[in-house]
């Protein structure tokens, strides 16, 4: 019972373990986002939007004021110039005459070129200038030419504009005479970090924009940051807003809020359900059968018991009245067909004996009973139970250095292997010896039953002491037996903490009994 | 000696009684456990084998209420159930052995000595003791001793020694022998003594049909030649 409840233990277990891992397997976490409202978003990108564009307007009447003041001399160029942020060059050109500014006068940070006069304010080192021109320059000219079309700029009509080159300044020119163009280069990035420190001033604007459990973020193109609400995830974010202008470009970044819902993968969650409750299922069904062969088994032994108990008291009755009846004989030949009644019934007795103890084996296994015992008296016994059939077919024990101290040791169990070694001798080697040797050193006890029989082939040594194993088909030879003999015997010895094993020999079988076996304390020899 | 067997079966019980009485034992009869400690306690024998399953009073009961009332007496019990737990319990009950059915009557003897001689050895209370030839007789421990050799003996046999080892050389009558060994009140037949005398030749004697010691005289009875000589 207890295999089949380990079994069924795990198994279940398994199936636990397929189950909670298809859990495991199959969960996953998942970010639903919740949509906010767009309106606040696009409501503050264009309160920004707007400022962008007034500034835009604000700066270029500055410049305006500044190239307009560009026909005055040099410094005042350069002092209206620095008052306005974001200018690095002043140029002013004459496209129809190369010495439009032959009266400004000069000095650091001026030079003069073939069709006007630059004058550069401030000194941004990372800036590169170029030089505004309306021809393409001479070989040997230093700074990078920035080539202007005048026909452009002027034909169109047009007082005023915007150049943009990515990869300069930004151009801002003013017509302030028909011959007359003042051309003015804009740092990018001064103006840049101007209108962003200008943009930091309206928090309020930005911070009504906050949404539980989203975020907002403002930010320029080249990554100074404005304004941020929340912790602002590491994905993308779920709305763009640009804000365009002519001193850069800023977005306006929202991320929706998220929540985290647990979903589980339907198909590996039923696998792994239907795998857990196969594995359960398989150990309940093996439970329920092992239970059943089990109590089936135990009906069988129970039954197999009862009736051999119930042999038993008979069984005594009639060794009992035999042996008083071949007492009562007065004449020996007369008790010979007693004696051959008595052998019967003494085999009948070791044949139930044996079934009792297979099944004792099958049901619990063996156990010994050691107590104080004679060896020299068991096999006594044991052989006086064999003398008349031994006798009969013209067979003798001899016994050599038989133990007659008295030794811890199972006498019953002692007795059980020598009489089914005997009727192995009695059954297979008529005629012949039996000799019976023993041995003890103290600690162990050493029995050699020997027959002068036809002997065991080697290969079959170890099948021998199987259940319901027999060398050839004996019942043809007219030997019977249930085949449990040596089987049992072997148990039995192995149950005493000893072992049983066939030996070699000359000729004859030889069995070898060990058994461990100290002197019982304080006993002394009956001898 | 005397011997309580209890057992329900009448039929074991008869056996019993007779292979006993046959080896010289006194014996006591109780057919349930009631009655055993009626007789146990009536009639005081020396040993008692008893069976496990009895009606009213098991025998682990009677077993535990004798025990209860005196250690020393020796208890054996015959039974048909011979698994582990039976013989554990009946053995921590303080019984002295466990016989299991079936036994033949030398088996029953020979367990029912051995306990006896346990005993005795145990209290040592009488190590009486005599030659018989080349043998040793311990009558009260019911054995003989030939060198390194032990050989258990009945009541009867240990009473026909002592009774030719007293008249030793002298030839002693069979109705002497009877009245000696078998008492008074019993009228063995005519082939018992002779029976006896033979089972015994076959234990002590080294060639029984040549004996050496116990010399039979026709018609009259037998004698113990002390020196051995044909």
Redesign the interface.
């Known amino acids: 019972m207890l295999g089949a409840r380990a079994t069924l233990c795990l198994l279940l277990g398994i199936a636990a373990v397929i189950g909670g891992g298809g859990v495991m397997l199959s969960r996953r976490e998942e970010q639903v986002r919740h949509e906010r409202d767009r309106e606040p978003l696009m409501r503050c990108a264009s309160v920004f939007q707007e400022e962008l564009d007034r500034l835009g307007v604000l700066y270029e009447s500055h410049l305006r004021v500044v190239a307009l003041n560009a026909s005055t001399e040099v410094f005042v160029i350069r002092s209206e110039a620095q008052r306005v942020a974001g200018i690095v060059q002043v140029s002013v050109l004459d496209p129809t005459s190369g010495d439009a500014a032959r009266s400004r006068g000069g000095g650091p940070g001026t030079e003069r070129g073939a069709e006007g006069l630059h004058v550069t304010v401030g000194a941004n080192p990372g800036v590169r200038i170029p030089m505004p021109v309306f021809s393409p320059p001479r070989p040997w000219t230093v700074r990078t030419p920035l080539i202007l079309d005048a026909a452009e700029l002027l034909g169109s009509g047009a007082r005023s504009g915007w150049r943009t080159e990515p990869a300069w300044p930004l151009v801002y020119w003013q017509a302030v005479s028909p011959r007359e163009l003042v051309v003015m280069l804009l740092d990018r990035a001064v103006l840049e970090t101007v209108v962003t420190d200008h943009l930091r001033g309206m928090s309020e604007a930005f911070h009504v924009l906050h949404w539980e459990n989203g975020a907002e973020r403002l930010r320029s193109r080249s990554g100074a940051e404005v304004f941020s609400n929340g912790a602002v995830p590491g994905f993308a974010p779920d709305l763009v807003l640009p804000l365009r202008s002519r001193f850069g470009d800023w977005d306006l970044l929202a991320w929706d809020p998220r929540t985290t819902r647990v979903v589980y993968r339907t198909g590996v969650l039923v696998g792994a359900g239907v795998a857990a409750v196969l594995v359960a299922g398989l150990g309940l069904i093996l439970y329920v059968q092992g239970r059943r062969a089990r109590v089936l088994a135990s009906q069988r032994v129970s039954f197999v018991n009862r009736v051999s108990?119930?042999l038993?008291?008979p069984?005594?009755?009639?060794?009992?009245?035999?042996?008083?009846a071949a007492?009562?004989q007065?004449v020996e030949e007369e008790a010979r067909p007693l004696a051959l009644v008595?052998e019967e019934?003494?085999r009948l007795?070791r044949l139930?004996e044996n079934v009792?103890t297979f099944s004792?084996r099958e049901r619990r296994g063996l156990?010994a009973?050691p107590?104080?015992c004679c060896p020299a008296?068991v096999v006594a016994?044991v052989v006086?139970?064999f003398a008349a059939g031994f006798e009969r077919r013209g067979m003798r024990v001899e016994t050599e250095g038989l133990v007659?101290d008295s030794l811890l040791i199972d006498g019953?169990a002692l007795a059980q292997i020598l009489a089914n070694l005997l009727s192995n001798a009695e059954k297979y080697a008529p005629g012949g010896p039996v000799q019976i040797a023993m041995q003890w050193d103290g600690a162990r006890l050493w029995v050699r039953v020997r027959d002068h029989g036809p002997g065991i082939p080697r290969a079959a040594w170890e099948r021998v002491f199987e259940p319901f194993e027999r060398l050839s088909d004996h019942v043809r030879d007219g030997v019977t037996g249930t085949g449990l003999g040596l089987c049992i015997a072997r148990d039995i010895a192995r149950a005493m903490g000893g072992a049983l094993r066939v030996i070699s020999s000359e000729g004859g079988a030889v069995f070898e009994l060990e058994l461990p076996a100290c002197a019982v304390p304080g006993m002394l020899s009956?001898? | 000696m005397k011997i309580l067997f209890a057992d329900d079966?009448p039929?074991?019980l008869q056996?019993?009684d007779?292979?006993a009485r046959?080896e010289g034992f006194r014996t006591v009869l109780a057919r349930n456990g009631r009655e055993a400690l009626e007789r146990w306690q009536a009639d005081a024998p020396d040993l008692l084998c008893l069976d496990v399953m009895m009606p009213e009073v098991d025998g682990y009961e009677v077993c535990r209420r004798v025990r209860a009332a005196d250690a020393r007496v020796p208890i054996l019990f015959?039974s048909?159930?011979?698994?582990?737990v039976d013989?554990?319990v009946g053995?921590r009950l303080g019984a002295d052995d466990f016989i299991?059915?079936?036994?033949?009557?030398?088996?029953?003897l020979?367990r029912i000595l051995?306990v006896w001689?346990?005993v005795q050895a145990r209290e040592k209370g009488d190590t009486r003791r005599f030659e018989f030839g080349d043998l040793v007789v311990y009558p009260r421990e019911l054995r003989v001793?030939r060198?390194?050799?032990?050989i258990d003996i009945s009541p009867r046999e240990a009473a026909l020694l002592e009774v030719l080892f007293e008249r030793r050389g002298e030839v002693v009558g069979r109705d002497t022998l009877l009245d000696r060994c078998w008492g008074i009140e019993y009228f063995p037949?005519s082939?018992t003594l002779?029976?006896h005398i033979a089972k015994l030749r076959k234990k002590i004697e080294r060639n029984p049909a040549e004996p050496e010691w116990i010399e039979t005289v026709r018609g009259v009875g037998y004698r113990y030649r002390e020196r051995a000589g044909r």
């Not at chain 1, 009755?317 to 035999?322: A, E, K, V």
């Not at chain 2, 048909?80 to 582990?84: L, S």
């Open positions: 108990h119930e038993r008291t069984l005594t009755n009639i060794l009992l009245n035999l042996d008083l007492d009562a007065e008595r019934v003494r007795a139930i009792l004792e156990r009973r107590g104080a008296s016994a006086e139970q007659t019953d009956v001898a | 079966d039929l074991t056996a019993l007779a292979c046959s015959l048909a159930k011979n698994e582990e013989v554990v053995l299991r059915k079936p036994f033949g009557k030398a088996e029953l020979a051995a001689r346990r001793v060198g390194e050799e032990s037949e082939r002779d029976q």
